[in-house]
């Protein structure tokens, strides 16, 4: 139903999914009948050329992260598929994913095993996925140290005698372990000190070029996906909105929702304003709405955007927007 | 060996350790101690009393000697009752981890099953198997271990769940990781000890519940005996000779009671919550333990901090979370207090209404000043009749700091009603208008809503009237749009700004953010472990920081519209606050510092004017 | 909320299902035949033949389960052969007793421990607490039958303040009064193993609130400190009290059964274990089934109390 939004790339493709989508269903006890689910994610579409780094951004609820999950077998999508290096996977298998793509996640305590040694940590993709020796997993653990930057002697010791910086680069150390061609960084620095935050992007941005990696960056803070994404996905309600480059998506945004996001970020040296009113409606997820799921907060929105639902279509060069009224410059 | 002196340190579970210990190696090397036959009966030595030749316990109806009966009932009872805690712990723990695991339909069929065995009363099901295997020991142990198999299965589930759901065990999975090796190598080492804190809680009741079925004379059968038996044979001879059944019965009691002191030592070492002291309930108010006297009042700030020093003392360590902070605060000004977790930012601010969760927490000096008044040290009655009513407070997440039971407008109500006499219909009117007046639509609908029905954004708007209940002359606010959307934050900020504009309110705003600093506040304080490293006016220290601190830090956060880019980042962590360094505590990180920022301690020097202050010995602008 | 208790009791009937089948699948397993036991020495091959087709014993498991559910439901629970009376009526009279030793036990219990639990955690560490603490520790560690035992000792036969056993005096008694004298002591004993159960667990509860935010915000507010423990906190530990409360209903219920025997209570839990003891079979069926099916409907009304007090809770 929607149009795949490919850039104008000689790159060969990292990762294709087609028309992912994801319904919780809500089963009923044993008398009564299974209800209706609710839509987590709307089938989204998406080429990533080998390299980029692509941004996944929206606010709680929005579906990014059950979509993150999807994309590396953690969840199985109830509709799609997903093609890695041009191969379909088994979408229900986190195992087969994990020498293709790993997963960074966003608390960097909660995701490592309190009762493991990093060692020990360290050691079980190698072993796992590619099947190492004692010492060859030795050589690769110390080569990854030193390019995330942690001491050796960390390995003998236990997640809690970390600080949240240092236990995020010891979960990117652990992704990096299994060679992935793809990360998934979920909200990998909203747990973190902004002082800590930018130690950790910098070398997240090394460590792409070092590897050759293709990062998929998911968070709700706008000025982080800027620095870091080449290309922005904007996602509402389960929904693609808009993808664009970065440089210019929040600068000259075409949907409203997009212009909605950029304008409520407090921004040094913009005055405050409340760029919405408050009694504006929150879709139920329960029930949505027939059309645009924006619809109810739009200020622009009109009758066909409350039947109609809009499809992704380009705009300009690179952009898209799902909108029926797309913002002009 | 860190377990055993955490279990050693309390007093109690030694104690029962010791008892226990001894009662076991008794009960071991019981068949070598020279006892006489408890089984041998002599019609002629029938109830004979304690001490008598022989016979150090006297003996039972039968002329047993009770010594003898006693050390071998022991035995026999230690034996089944620890036999029924294994079983039912190794058996309900494999079912709860499975079901927990696994969840879903696995878990939903167990659980069914496990919930069907708990709608009986335990002892039913127990005199129900007996009744099916006929009495005896071994059938009675069956019947033991059989129905505490539940309370193992659904404890150990609950925990599994919510281990389950953590983000390492999806880690495994992307790492190659099959489900029999995630239970065993990466949730049993992780549930293992809540096991062992259920047997040790529940192998004291399982003793008593297998005595329990023998003093019915449905466990173990004569002439073998154990504590139980023994306590129903000599029940019929209560009044003539109390003395037989005084000696098993006892014995029950000290076995059990020596478990019962071992098992809350096991729980208390083995539960890390309780090891950091976190199980400790705040008092109402912050303890106070000021060294020197208050500082003298000076100026006439509405409300002004003085050299305020709160620390925290958990065990040996002290944490000093805020050093000598100086700030002010005028009507209708809003004070920014910007810093990093654990810069101290938000205990200063709970510091002034005496908030700090206490113990750990205590205010070692300073003063707190409201219209020259000085908090800190004030009685809990004076305190209370302040806060929400002089000063309220806006916390970080609406979540968690609304009552969850009560519904919103009863919470204003009560805020209302807890510093003015007024009618319930009076305070309801009220909270309708204070509802309107936070922009709720439609306050007549919501003012009956629970705090879970409403969206982050209404429930922050809760909070903020709450804070208005009253007519506060200064509200503080902890990172209030912290934990919100940010469309929703930029509607609370904007209406916060509105009703200090208003209402000429002061405003004390504690965030992390400078967007959020630029847009509200007119001054700013910047934090750094526990000190103020800079402080004027929000505009000046923005465009012109001084400390290397407060520039950097500004450098380190990206703003939007300006594309991708490298990010200066600081080398380094903040120091940890029970072992500050000497001198500038942010020397460690600074590519300016000097040998001199590592000495002594740095003051907080002001512009002669007073706008402006810093805490550098080389400042990036010089102020004057 | 009307639908809420709808829908419970419709949840409620798998369970008491699932409690028929265990029951009679327990049953099921004992060896030998219940021919024998009834007719003792008169068990000719002829004899055992019959009863076993009067009792459908040659019928297969599967209907001899439908029969015996059939006729549970029209309230036919058999006949006892030991006390030669139906089984239902012997249940019914004897549950009656029990439950007004259990019931008030289990007031007992309730009141005093969520008393002694908020007390123990608003003066954490002070005397009260410790006292509480140290007390609490014995009672839970005490076996409700030497406890009973221990008091007939001292109250009844050395101090003479209250009957030595039964419900009522067998000469001029039956009145209130009476019954208050003689529920005295085993009601006490009863409660003791609860009441110290519930004191821990509200007090680990009251503890556990009381860091909560929500805390922090009512004393932020300038809320009594009194109301907040009695009100903000006592009413979320209640949240994680209340499942307890219904728990331990269960255990008193299960150590009537024991402080029954040592006081001679004319209840349930004696007639089950002479039942057992007699092998009356159809007696122990129709006993652990009724009190079984007692407890389901009593937990209902405990789910239903939550529901009440926590608006998070689905109705």
């Known amino acids: 139903m929607t149009q795949t939004p490919e850039r104008d790339d000689q790159r060969p493709l990292a990762l294709k999914i087609e028309g992912v989508s994801k319904t919780f269903g809500q089963p009923g006890g044993l008398l009564q009948k299974a209800r209706p689910g609710v839509r987590a994610v709307q089938p989204v579409t998406l080429s990533i050329p080998r390299g980029e780094t692509l941004g996944l951004v929206g606010e709680s609820g929005c579906g990014k992260s059950t979509l993150a999950r999807m994309l590396v077998g953690l969840l199985e999508p109830s509709s799609g598929r997903i093609e890695i290096d041009g191969k379909a996977l088994n979408t229900g298998d986190p195992a087969a994913f994990g020498r293709l793509i790993q997963y960074v996640f966003q608390d960097p305590i909660s995701s490592l095993n309190p009762r493991k040694s990093i060692r020990q940590i360290m050691e079980t993709p190698l072993k796992r996925l590619h099947a190492m020796g004692r010492k060859d997993r030795e050589a690769r653990i110390r080569e990854i140290f030193d390019s995330v930057n942690l001491r050796e002697e960390f390995l003998d010791r236990y997640p809690h005698e970390f600080s949240g910086g240092q236990a995020q680069r010891i979960g990117i150390a652990r992704a990096l372990a299994a060679s992935p061609q793809i990360m998934i960084l979920d909200e990998p620095v909203s747990a973190l000190d902004v002082s800590v935050q930018a130690q950790v992007l910098n070398l997240l941005a090394r460590l792409k070029e070092t590897y050759d990696l293709t990062y998929i960056f998911i968070t709700h803070d706008l000025a982080v996906v800027e620095a870091v994404s080449e290309r922005i996905v904007v996602l509402y309600f389960g929904s693609v909105v808009e993808v664009g480059p970065a440089e210019n998506i929040f600068k000259s945004p075409r949907h409203p929702y997009t212009k909605l996001l950029a304008s409520s970020a407090p921004v040094v040296g913009r005055p405050l304003a409340a760029p919405e009113q408050s009694h504006t409606e929150l879709p139920d997820p329960l029930n949505p709405p027939p059309g645009c799921a924006f619809a109810g907060r739009c200020p622009r929105a009109s009758q066909p955007c409350r039947t109609i639902a809009p499809p992704l279509t380009p705009i300009g060069d690179e952009q898209f927007a799902a909108c029926h009224f797309p913002l002009e410059d | 060996m860190a377990f055993l002196k955490l279990l050693f340190r309390n007093k109690l579970a030694a104690a029962g350790l010791i008892i226990m210990g001894l009662v076991v190696v008794l009960a071991v090397l019981t068949p070598w101690l020279p006892l006489l036959d408890p089984d041998v009966t002599a019609t002629g030595d029938r109830f004979k009393p304690p001490f008598s030749a022989g016979h150090l316990l006297g003996t039972d109806h039968l002329g047993r000697d009770l010594l003898s009966r006693l050390m071998w009932g022991t035995r026999l009872s230690l034996m089944v009752g620890f036999a029924a805690a294994l079983i039912a712990a190794l058996l309900g723990s494999t079912v709860g981890i499975v079901a927990g695991y696994f969840g879903g339909r696995t878990d939903n069929i ?233 810069s101290g930012k938000s205990v200063t601010a709970l510091s002034i209404m005496g908030l700090v969760a206490s113990p750990p927490g205590v205010i070692t000096g300073g003063a707190g000043r409201f219209e020259g008044q000085d908090l800190i040290g004030a009685s809990y009655e004076t305190l209370r009749a302040m806060r929400g009513d002089k000063v309220a407070y806006i916390f970080q997440d609406p979540l968690s700091t609304l009552h969850p039971l009560y519904r919103v407008g009863d919470q204003l109500c009560e805020a209302i009603r807890s510093h003015h006499k007024v009618t319930a219909r009076e305070a309801r009117t009220r909270a309708l208008e204070l509802l309107a007046a936070v922009r709720i639509p439609n306050p007549e609908s919501r003012i009956d809503n629970y705090p879970h029905e409403m969206s982050g954004g209404m429930r922050q708007r809760v909070s903020i009237a709450m804070a208005l209940a009253n007519d506060p002359e200064v509200i503080i606010a902890d990172e209030p749009t912290t934990a919100l959307d940010v469309t929703v934050q930029a509607q609370i900020l904007s209406l916060l700004n509105d009703l200090r504009r208003e209402r000429q309110l002061a405003i004390i705003f504690i965030t992390h953010d400078f967007g959020v600093v630029a847009q509200l506040c007119d001054r700013v304080a910047v934090m750094y472990a526990g000190q103020i490293v800079e402080e004027g006016p929000s505009q000046a220290i923005l465009d012109r920081p001084a400390h290397p601190y407060a520039k950097r830090l500004m450098a380190c956060v990206p703003d939007l519209g300006q594309g991708r880019r490298e990010l200066e980042a600081i080398p380094g962590l903040p120091p940890a606050v029970d072992r500050l360094p000497d001198g500038c505590a942010f020397a460690e990180r600074c590519n300016k510092a000097s040998q001199a920022c590592r000495v002594g301690s740095i003051e907080l020097v002001g512009t002669s004017d007073g706008r402006r202050a810093v805490r550098c010995l080389d400042p990036e602008e010089s102020l004057s | 909320m009307t639908s809420y208790i709808l829908k419970r009791l419709i949840a409620a009937v798998p369970v008491l299902l699932g409690i028929t089948v265990i029951v009679f699948l327990i049953m099921a397993m004992i060896p030998g035949d219940p021919a024998t036991a009834i007719l003792g020495s008169y068990a000719t091959p002829e004899n055992v033949a019959r009863i076993n087709r009067d009792l459908g014993l040659d019928k297969p498991l599967v209907v001899r389960y439908f029969i015996w559910l059939g006729n549970l439901v029209t309230g036919d629970l058999g006949r006892s052969f030991s006390l030669n009376r139906p089984v239902l009526d012997e249940v019914l009279e004897r549950f009656q007793a029990t439950l007004i030793l259990a019931g008030v036990s289990f007031v007992l219990c309730a009141i005093l421990g969520i008393l002694a639990g908020v007390v123990s955690a608003a003066r954490q560490y002070g005397l009260a607490d410790k006292l509480i603490t140290f007390v609490v520790l014995i009672g839970i560690s005490i076996p409700s039958f030497f406890l009973g035992m221990m008091m007939i000792l001292t109250f009844a036969v050395n101090l003479r303040w209250f009957p030595v056993s039964g419900m009522y005096a067998i000469y001029g008694g039956g009145d209130l009064p009476d019954l208050l004298r003689h529920l005295a002591m085993p009601a006490t004993a009863l409660s003791v193993v609860a009441t110290g159960v519930i004191a821990r667990m509200s007090r680990s509860a009251m503890l556990e609130v009381l860091r909560q935010d929500y805390i922090r915000t009512a004393r932020a507010k300038g809320v009594h400190e009194r109301k907040v423990i009695m009100g903000h906190a006592l009413r979320s530990a209640m949240v994680s009290i209340i499942p307890v409360l219904g728990i331990q209903a269960g255990f008193v219920l299960s150590g009537a059964v024991y402080v029954e025997i040592v006081f001679q209570w004319p209840g349930v839990g004696r007639m089950l274990v002479d039942a057992i003891l007699k092998r009356d079979i159809l007696l122990v069926q129709g006993g652990v089934v009724f009190v079984a099916a007692c407890y389901v409907l009593f937990n209902i009304c405990v789910d239903v109390a939550q529901s009440l007090l926590d608006p998070r809770i689905k109705t």
């Open chain 2, 110 to 342: 167990i659980m069914r099953a496990v919930d069907m065995l708990m709608a009986f009363p335990y002892i039913l099901l127990a005199l129900a198997i007996v009744a099916a295997l006929g009495p005896g020991l071994v059938n009675a142990l069956i019947a033991v271990a059989a129905v505490n198999i539940p309370f193992f299965a659904r404890n150990i589930r609950g925990v599994t769940v919510s281990l389950a759901r953590r983000e390492f065990i999806d880690a495994a999975k992307l790492a190659g990781m099959g489900h029999l090796r995630i239970i065993v190598f990466e949730l049993l080492p992780n549930v293992a000890p809540v096991i062992v804190i259920a047997m040790s809680t529940t192998v004291g009741w399982m003793i008593l519940e297998t005595a329990g079925l023998s003093f019915l004379g449905l466990g173990s059968q004569p002439p073998q005996a154990d504590l139980g038996s023994m306590l129903g044979e000599a029940r019929s001879a209560l009044i003539t000779s109390p003395h037989t059944s005084a000696v098993p019965g006892l014995m029950i009691f000290v076995i059990v009671m020596s478990i019962n002191l071992l098992g809350d030592g096991v729980r208390d070492a083995l539960d890390p919550r309780l090891r950091s002291g976190a199980l400790t309930r705040p008092r109402a108010v912050t303890q106070i333990d000021r060294q020197q006297p208050a500082p003298e009042a000076d100026g006439a700030s509405l409300l002004a901090l003085q050299d305020l020093s709160t620390e925290f003392r958990v065990a040996k360590r002290t944490y000093k979370a805020v050093r000598h902070v100086n700030l002010h605060v005028a009507p209708g000004e809003c004070l920014g207090v910007i810093g990093e977790s654990g």
